[in-house]
């Protein structure tokens, strides 16, 4: 490589090289502090030769880059490839510029380093340090300053976009200096170098040096006077951090008497191995006809009218679009967004796919299936795949494919874990992810390291199923996520049974303002029949309107008033008393525990299943696997009867299949998700249960000339006004049936309208409902915006496009507070649960047997890792009634105190991975605990019980009857 040789040839000053870049006399003050063995020897490398290293990788990084994206930087500068990557390469190669500052060298003699010849080394070239600095400012921003003012030096002050290109320098550690930190680090770099000028001449140095070698030289002036990079700024900078990251790696680029920097770069990118853009060979054609080409499990089934039709649209757009697909629960939206991803990666130059879902629980599954797909697809190159979560560690199938290439012999194809991927926020990076919405939502927030976000996604097509558990929070987030896909113009793809109109307008509207700068001023609504619905954006707004499938289901609707248990005794015991299978889906997880059990006592536990999120994680997931095997599509497994009790975690990706179901009332969209789940196969069934029947219950007559009454939990989960507007919508039913699929787009049209014509008997509650609706709807919205990153375009430069302040989502220590801030939840509490019995001995909950006995002391085994694992994955959420409010500081104090009191039997733990920082509820031998004044019970059967039985534990934010899912 002509560039590699280039900077092999510099010849750099005295000055120049005795300046220190990298050293691992930190490490070695680290490791003593923490009194282990200090046997590394005391090393160093030159800071020329770390740019050197950085401007090499990152040209490599930029070879590779997904077309898309390479397209995007080209873009900005109007001067071909050529000029973009020497752009990148010179950013790389001058980032650390601002080491070259007494503030930084001075730390190689601060607080007992082994390294004063690295500073006496510098004197000798005539750098002089003062006695004191008042403030050390981070050599990013010297770096940012330096580099600003040089750029206005050699264009005589016509660099009118000097800031542009300087703040790249100011970011490359995840954070951007503000305007005022930048005038003031000017100030005082003035005063600290004034006297000696060896520092600004050895920066000058490598600046132009640098920019000779890289090929820079001539394209400066035009870049610092014409170009036009706003949106292409964060892709920079993810690429610089990401070149930088590898160039700081020991293990590729080691410490010590460097070799040419060729050998170093081609050394360490072949060592590090890092697989180049997805890019599919096969593409399905117009005669594809077997689904299972791409899905084993499909193996002769052709694709159906919706699938088709994706791919068509795929193959067809103009540009690359927003599609967002809606179809009904089991119509095939997976397989179709992934065949139309496979269609839109290769035409627009993608490098591979994000797909986003809800929760950890329906990514987990999912992981494994697109594994799967990945495996079938004919590629020239392997694959790499990353699950993205912040319990993907504890997924067995991502674990076992980091030992081992997945699907090498089917289609060639190959799919591997790069352990490079596997470290904080590098996730994201890979070619395939899967993983939760928030994992996508990350790119709109101000955080530390964001670009990285950008650069991962921007070059992906990007997948979000179930879009419509979305709420308007996240929203807020979801929109501003589109705008900059959109402005990238990146492929992306949303999946949902149904959306409101005004949902469906919303992300169809950000993601065309991104792609042409504008708002758009007459806005088109898709026909309210059409559906299934394919909804395609990109300069324009089209839709394709699915021919309805054959087969059609008629639920007849009725209201059960009675919502307590012996209602729906009564009721299943009337329907089912020839067999069939009943599901039973309530708004919370209180009411699933109280309903489970009285249906226990009437049916016998034998027949009656409990799910929802306040099991043990590894508990729930065999629970949903059970489910899945007894009642999906393939039937041989399922029983002559049986009765399913759930909260809303039975809506989400489960393939269950109930004969007759009884649903709390929820907003209209949910109500129809949950008939999702009935008569969701064509079987033969109970001749009771041959037509498809819904009972709705939890709410008072909806035909009455007054509003219903609803229950106080369901209440407090939708809100009044959804579960009114649910509740007209259901009431004005044609004899209390709907056809599914064709009623879903009306009824969700009317159930979202921007006007209801309700009975004049309900007028006053439901306006005040409505009123308390549209305020909650923008303190929510507000309170989003708090932590929402700038529009696309709205700023020439990075300065303050993240504050230095930002938190970081991905570290352990502030990650739920992240987790917070994309979704509008409460303080939630996750603990580890253990038994620790009267032997004295600590287990890990097993329904059967005794647990697994965890080590006193815990070592660093790998026995000793796997159990910690296990221990990590025993995990559940507390409900509000122990997290909310004031009260969630007194839990945390008593499971501290509690683990502290153990001394030596949990010794070993804060050296974990799986465990540093967890905090863990120990369960007596009868599955009991004390905590915060209330009596905590994990049951196998219903999960997770608190009763609050003492007087002084009142005023938490808990409602009587628990918390949703």
């Known amino acids: 490589m002509e560039m590699l040789s280039q900077l092999d040839a510099i010849n750099w000053s005295p000055a120049a090289t005795s300046v220190w870049g990298k050293t691992n006399a930190f490490e070695i003050r680290a490791r003593r502090a923490r009194g282990e063995a200090d046997d590394l020897p005391a090393e160093w490398l030159p800071l020329v030769q770390h740019l050197q290293d950085t401007a090499g990788v990152a040209a490599h990084l930029f070879d590779r880059l997904p077309r898309l994206i390479k397209q995007d930087i080209t873009d900005s500068f109007g001067h071909g490839e050529e000029s973009a990557r020497a752009f990148v390469s010179l950013i790389a190669g001058i980032h650390d510029l601002g080491k070259v500052s007494a503030g930084f060298t001075r730390m190689a003699v601060a607080d007992g380093s082994d390294m004063p010849d690295l500073i006496t080394r510098m004197e000798s070239q005539g750098f002089r340090f003062p006695s004191r600095l008042d403030h050390v400012w981070h050599h990013t921003l010297v770096g940012q300053v330096a580099v600003r003012a040089m750029l206005k030096q050699l264009t005589s002050d016509r660099a009118v976009h000097a800031d542009a290109f300087a703040s790249l320098i100011g970011a490359h550690h995840g954070t951007n200096p503000s305007k005022d930190a930048l005038k003031a680090c000017e100030t005082d770099l003035r005063i600290i170098e004034s006297g000696c000028p060896v520092w600004g001449e050895v920066r000058s140095e490598i600046f132009t040096k640098m920019a000779r070698a890289v090929g820079a030289e001539t394209w400066l002036s035009q870049w610092v006077t014409s170009w036009q990079l706003s949106t292409a700024l964060p892709l920079i900078e993810g690429l610089i951090i990401q070149a930088d990251w590898i160039a700081s790696d020991t293990w590729l680029f080691p410490l010590g008497e460097p070799e040419p920097t060729s050998v170093r770069v081609e050394h360490g990118v072949r060592r590090l191995d890092l697989p180049p853009a997805w890019v599919p060979t096969g593409l399905p054609g117009d005669d594809f006809a077997n689904l299972g080409e791409r899905f084993q499990a499909l193996e002769g089934l052709h694709p159906n009218a919706l699938q088709s039709a994706a791919l068509h649209a795929a193959k067809t757009a103009h540009e690359a679009p927003l599609m967002i697909i809606e179809a009904p629960m089991g119509g095939g939206k997976t397989e179709a967004a992934l065949l139309a991803a496979e269609v839109l990666d290769a035409r627009f130059g993608c490098g591979g796919i994000f797909f986003g879902l809800p929760t950890m629980a329906t990514a987990n599954p999912m992981f494994t299936r697109v594994a799967e797909w990945l495996a079938a697809v004919p590629v020239a190159s392997a694959s790499a795949l990353v699950l993205s979560h912040s319990k993907a560690g504890l997924n067995d199938d991502f674990q076992q494919l980091q030992q081992e290439t997945y699907g090498a012999g089917r289609r060639g194809a190959v799919v591997r874990v790069d352990s490079w991927f596997l470290q904080s926020k590098r996730g994201i990076l890979a070619n395939t992810v899967v993983g939760t919405i928030d994992q996508s939502l990350f790119m709109a927030l101000q955080a530390k390291h964001v670009v990285l976000r950008h650069l991962g996604l921007a070059g992906k097509v990007v997948i979000i199923d179930e879009v419509h558990a979305a709420d308007s929070y996240m929203r807020v987030y979801l929109t501003r996520v589109l705008r900059w896909l959109g402005a990238y113009g990146t492929p992306v793809i949303l999946l949902s049974a149904t959306l409101p109109p005004a949902t469906r307008q919303e992300l169809v509207d950000a993601y065309v303002r991104g792609r042409t700068r504008k708002q758009r001023q007459h806005l088109v609504s898709a026909p309210v029949a059409a559906y299934p619905l394919i909804t395609l954006a990109s300069s324009d707004v089209t839709w394709v309107s699915i021919d309805q499938p054959s087969a059609q289901t008629t639920v007849q609707i009725h209201q059960l008033e009675n919502a307590e248990s012996d209602g729906i005794i009564r009721l299943l015991d009337e329907k089912l008393i020839d067999g069939g299978i009943a599901g039973v889906i309530v708004n919370t997880v209180q009411r699933a525990q109280d309903i489970y059990e009285e249906l226990a006592d009437a049916f016998g536990p034998d027949q009656v299943r409990l799910l929802h999120s306040r099991f043990l994680a590894p508990e729930r997931a065999r629970k949903e696997r059970e489910l899945v095997e007894l009642l999906g599509r393939d039937g041989r497994a399922r029983p002559d009867k049986l009765i399913v009790v759930g909260t809303q975690v039975l809506e989400q990706s489960l393939d269950i299949d109930f004969d007759v179901l009884v649903t709390d009332l929820a907003p209209i969209d949910l109500v129809l998700q949950r008939m999702g789940r009935l008569h969701r196969h064509s079987r033969h069934r109970p001749p009771r249960l041959a037509e ?274």
Not at 728 to 750: C, E, N, W, Y
Not at 902 to 928: C, E, H, I, P
């Open 692 to 965: 498809a029947t819904c009972y709705v219950t939890g709410a008072s007559t909806w035909n009455g000339e007054t509003p219903p009454d609803f229950l106080s939990g369901s209440k407090a989960i939708y809100g009044s006004a959804a579960l009114l507007r649910a509740s007209f919508v259901l009431g004005k039913l044609d004899a209390g049936r709907i056809t599914l699929p064709s009623d879903i787009p009306h009824l969700v049209a009317q159930g979202y309208a921007d006007t209801i014509d309700v009975p004049d008997g309900w007028v006053p509650e439901f306006e005040m409902a409505e009123e308390q609706r549209v305020k909650d709807t923008a303190q929510t919205q507000e309170k989003a915006e708090d932590f929402l990153l700038k529009t696309p375009g709205r700023s020439s430069t990075l300065t303050g496009f993240t504050p230095q302040q930002a938190q970081d989502p991905e570290k352990r220590d502030d990650g739920v507070q992240g987790r917070a801030v994309v979704r509008d939840s409460e303080d939630s509490l996750e603990v580890i649960v253990l038994l620790h019995g009267a032997d004295g001995l600590i287990r890990i909950p097993h329904p059967h047997g005794e647990g697994t006995v965890v080590p006193s002391p815990l070592t660093d085994s790998a026995v000793d890792r796997d159990i910690a694992r296990q221990v990590a994955a025993s995990t559940v959420v507390l409900p509000r009634v122990l997290s909310g409010g004031w009260v969630i500081d007194r839990v945390i104090d008593e499971l501290e105190n509690l683990s502290e009191g153990l001394g030596n039997m949990v010794a070993g733990w804060q050296r974990s991975y799986w465990l540093k920082g967890q905090l863990v509820l120990f369960l007596d031998d009868t599955l009991n605990a004390r905590l915060a004044g209330m009596s905590v019970h994990y049951d196998y059967e219903k999960g997770l019980q608190v009763t609050k039985d003492d007087p002084s534990a009142s005023g938490t934010s808990a409602t009587p009857e628990g918390d949703a899912q």
